[in-house]
């Protein structure tokens, strides 16, 4: 029984070894062949927004922003209830 366990551990050790060599070894081949276009450019990644927790409803509130006379005023709004945070 001991013998039997020593083994399968052997065999899992070393399934477990050439399996990381593949994955490292696929993903450095494809990482040559990559040809970069307009679709995988950061150009195309928009920026989350920032928001936070409605006190009143708990939904989500959006940063708003504006300017008033040259000033950039900025406020919390959320669209579930109609809160305002300025």
């Known amino acids: ?5 020593k083994l399968a551990a052997l065999c899992l050790a070393m399934l477990m070894a050439f399996s990381i ?6 993903a450095y ?7 970069h276009t307009s679709a995988c450019s ?6 989350r927004r920032p ?4 006190p009143k409803c ?5 940063l708003q922003e504006e ?10 709004e959320c669209s579930s209830c109609g809160w305002v945070d300025r």
């Open 1 to 5: 029984m001991r013998k039997m366990k």
């Open 21 to 26: 060599m593949a994955v490292t070894a696929s």
């Open 29 to 35: 081949d494809a990482a040559d062949g990559h040809e």
């Open 42 to 47: 950061e150009q195309t990644i928009m920026p």
């Open 51 to 54: 928001v936070r927790e409605c």
């Open 58 to 62: 708990r939904g989500t509130a959006y």
């Open 67 to 76: 300017y008033y006379h040259g000033v950039l005023v900025t406020w919390y």
